[in-house]
């Protein structure tokens, strides 16, 4: 607990505000004229929005920022988890959709957090109205030694969120603050507060408190898998869990994917699609034989029906970077293919929202959510054979030594197919590893996942950059189908595709030394110590 | 950081009335403020209800054993800050004079690392013509000097002005206002208005002699915090509005 909070404390109940209010003043008159200050500093009403990404980029970089609405605009708050400042910034007004920290306009916080939270949107994560009365407490002199501020605070949690729209009364707060000079006097006051029956220190900050009123608690969203399972666990619950999660994550993401809020919904709503998918073919063993086989075509509709957006979302997010590697182009002349690219973005968002909104996507969710839950919940004679480990053993072994063949096949010679085909098998290696995380050793599970993310660096390179540069050549052509693309353009975008191509052969060059890293010796030396060390 | 001294040589001018609503004023336009309470006697302090005390006493200050900032408080208004007087100030010429090399900067050098920290300064000296008044001269950006409408109150006036211009280097600004002027009186208005029309730093603003001013001390509050209504907050509010155009 640091200074600063060590001086504030909180009711315990907001029903039984009036009197620990009452017992507080009693308390401080024993040393102080008790003295109410109606117009100082502060006090009236104070509304705060406490803003963060989706998936707390600024809380887990030990940051908070804060909305501060004034009469003209407000300011940008930035601080430390702790409370000390960081960074201010006065702006006009906030937007009422959630805005890009690159939208801001420059300033302090702006450079502080702009790469931090890109590309992700901030977003309204609590709003808190408080009402502040000010009392001043008096030494024998009539001079003001300490104050007492007291904090009557409603939070809501905005839409888009978690908890969207619950509204929730905080107990009152209550905060000594120390006058220049006169430290002393504060450490009475608040010695006098904590013998307060109904008052204790305050253990959370405001923002904190608002979110535990809320249901909520800070990171609680991840993209991550982190399902509860456990090694004993029968294989068809710890699936049935797994597949929970990743349904959570998909319905978590819809609204932020619905409001276009930004690009990220959509990605951590196709991973939690991809992982799904793959889960159904890799572990489906022990589901239902009916259910894997009507869910993978369903999934596989999902996934198809988000692709075209997430594509245009990958050239308009790497726009930029693309056009810093032009030589003989300019900048300006790729700008064509950048409103072509938003055009057709907002064509394919409406399809999507569609797709989205309709009953087929309805049924997947509620349905499948009903299936899962009876698998994991239902009591009664089930098999207990396979346990979760003895699933995760066999599949992650087998699948490990499928891409040792695979990848040992694959020569100079060998065509871009084995390449793609190799990557897709690492990937589904890297869902399993994920999946049953919380089964293996961390230390060697980070060693085997690290070998791995190199060799998918490798292929996922090799692979973007040949799917990319097909992708220009078929927008060159729908450009030139609706009379969009200049000369200027075309050749930019040529420009473009020969940078890809260069990039594609070195990552083929790359390969074989990050294949032979994750297959060689020392590479199964590890994933043999993750296999057999796991619990 | 801007330096305001109200000084006179003369006492019961009502330098210290105008050196606390000055430096409220001050403060209530949102500059952070600090009065340092120069005056043995501790007027200013008593009138912020601060006692009239500093651990180690001015010759910690002087000496440096104690910054400047561990001495002050704060008072009951936002902004604004006071460093107490002492009563060992009443040597203050002695510790001054035995700072070591240049003494009459030596105000000046304590005041200087508060720069990051206040916008305004107001120094409330004790009446003397002494090397305490002449650290003060030197440190100051503005010199108030409160008059009293008589012919002698401007003949002071005179010879500060003439020792001030033969000062090497840094002078400070000397802006005389009338003080506790009563406008029965006829010379009171015939020295107001023929000075104020003869001397450009003399300012348009007068301060009239009132009771209510004569209440601070029993409010133990400046007068623009308790009647901020009255002819003599408007006046205050008059003055710092013409001093305070010029920085």
Same mark, same amino acid.
């Given at each position: 607990m640091t200074a600063a909070n060590l001086r504030e404390f909180v009711a315990d109940t907001p029903a039984e505000e009036d009197s620990t209010l009452a017992a507080a003043h009693s308390a401080l008159s024993q040393a102080f004229t008790v003295m109410e200050e109606?117009?100082?500093?502060?006090c009236g009403t104070c509304r705060r929005t406490w803003l963060d990404t989706f998936d707390w980029r600024l809380y887990k970089a030990g940051l908070t920022l804060e909305f501060e609405q004034t009469r003209r605009g407000g300011r940008l708050l930035l601080s430390k988890a702790?409370?000390?400042?960081?960074a201010e910034q006065s702006v006009t007004r906030w937007p009422r959709r959630p805005g890009l920290a690159?939208?801001?306009?420059?300033g302090p916080v702006r450079d502080r957090i702009l790469v931090l939270t890109s590309p992700r949107a901030l977003l309204p994560i609590v709003k808190a109205v408080s009402t502040v009365s000010v009392t001043r407490l008096l030494n024998v002199d009539g001079k003001t030694v300490a104050r007492l501020v007291t904090e009557r605070v409603t939070v809501t949690a905005p839409?888009?969120?978690?908890?969207?729209?619950t509204t929730a009364e905080l107990p009152p707060r209550l905060a000594v603050t120390e006058v220049r000079g006169y430290p002393g006097q504060a450490r009475r006051a608040v010695a006098l507060l904590a013998g307060v029956p109904g008052v204790s220190h305050a253990s959370q900050g405001l923002f904190t408190a608002a979110l535990t009123a809320l249901g909520r608690h800070p990171a609680?969203?991840?993209?991550?898998?982190?399902?509860?399972?456990?090694?004993?666990?029968?294989a068809p619950v710890a699936v049935a869990r797994l597949l929970l999660r990743l349904l959570d994550t998909m319905e978590l993401n819809v609204p932020g994917v619905l409001r276009d809020i930004d690009t990220e919904f959509l990605h951590d709503f196709r991973v939690a699609v991809r992982r799904t998918r793959s889960a159904i073919k890799?572990?489906?063993?022990?589901?239902?034989a009916d259910l894997a086989g009507h869910y993978k075509t369903e999934f596989k509709w999902l996934g198809d029906v988000t692709t075209p957006i997430r594509d245009l979302d990958v050239h308009l997010l790497g726009f930029d970077a693309m056009t810093e590697q032009l030589v003989a182009a300019? &900048? %300006?002349?790729?700008e064509p293919l950048r409103a072509f690219l938003a055009r057709r973005r907002a064509r394919e968002f409406r399809r999507l929202a569609a797709a989205l909104r309709g009953p087929r996507f309805r049924a997947i969710t509620q349905d499948w959510r009903k299936a899962l839950l009876e698998l994991r919940d239902v009591d009664g004679p089930?098999?207990?054979?396979?346990t979760a480990a003895e699933l995760a053993l066999s599949t992650t072994g087998r699948s490990f030594r499928r891409i040792v063949a695979q990848g040992g096949a694959?020569? &100079? %010679?060998?065509?871009p197919e084995s390449l793609h085909d190799l990557r897709k098998r690492a990937k589904e290696l890297r869902y399993l590893l994920e999946f049953f995380a919380p089964l293996h050793d961390p230390v060697a599970y980070r060693k085997v996942v690290s070998d791995l993310k190199q060799l998918q660096d490798c292929l996922g390179e090799f692979q973007d950059d040949e799917v990319q540069r097909h992708e220009i050549s078929e927008l060159a052509d729908a450009m030139l189908a609706e009379r969009a693309a200049p000369a200027a353009t075309l050749l930019a975008m040529g420009e473009i595709a020969a940078n890809l191509a260069v990039g594609q052969a070195e990552a083929r060059a790359e390969f074989a030394a990050r294949f032979g890293r994750f297959a060689g010796p020392a590479g199964r030396e590890r994933v043999r110590v993750l296999l057999e060390g796991r619990p | 950081m801007k330096i305001f001294a109200t000084y006179n040589?003369?006492?019961?001018?009502?330098k210290t009335t105008a050196a606390v609503n000055l430096a409220y004023l001050s403060a209530a336009d949102g500059c952070r403020t600090l009065l340092w309470d120069?005056?043995?006697?501790?007027a200013a302090s008593f009138l912020f209800r601060v006692?009239?005390?500093?651990?180690?006493?001015g010759k910690a200050l002087i000496r440096g054993t104690k910054a400047l900032d561990d001495a002050i408080k704060g008072t009951d208004f936002d902004h604004l800050d006071l460093l107490p007087a002492d009563f060992?100030?009443?040597n203050m010429d002695l510790l001054l004079d035995d700072a070591?090399?240049?003494?009459?900067?030596k105000l000046a050098r304590l005041l200087k690392p508060l720069a990051a920290e206040y916008d305004h300064v107001f120094l409330d000296c004790p009446p003397s013509i002494s090397l305490v008044s002449e650290n003060v001269m030197h440190a100051a950006d503005v010199l108030l000097v409160p008059l009293i409408p008589t012919t002698l109150s401007v003949r002071t006036l005179d010879q500060l002005t003439e020792f001030v211009a033969g000062f090497n280097g840094h002078r400070p600004q000397v802006r005389a206002f009338f003080s506790?002027?009563?406008?029965?009186k006829k010379l009171h208005q015939e020295i107001t208005r023929d000075l104020q029309a003869e001397?450009?730093?003399?300012?348009?603003t007068p301060i009239p002699a009132l009771s209510v001013i004569e209440r601070m001390s029993v409010e133990r509050a400046p007068v623009s915090a308790f009647a901020p209504r009255s002819v003599a907050a408007r006046a205050y509010r008059a003055l710092w509005s013409e001093i305070s155009k010029d920085i």
């Open positions: 109606p117009g100082a500093a502060g702790d409370g000390t400042p960081q690159e939208d801001l306009p420059d839409p888009g969120n978690i908890a969207a729209d609680d969203y991840t993209s991550g898998v982190d399902a509860e399972i456990t090694a004993a666990m029968p890799l572990l489906g063993q022990v589901l239902p300019s &900048p %300006a002349d790729l089930r098999r207990r054979r396979p694959i020569t &100079p %010679a060998s065509p | 040589i003369k006492g019961g001018v009502g120069l005056d043995p006697q501790g006692k009239p005390r500093v651990k180690g006493g060992t100030y009443r070591g090399a240049r003494p009459t900067r506790m002027v009563d406008r029965r001397r450009p730093g003399v300012a348009a």
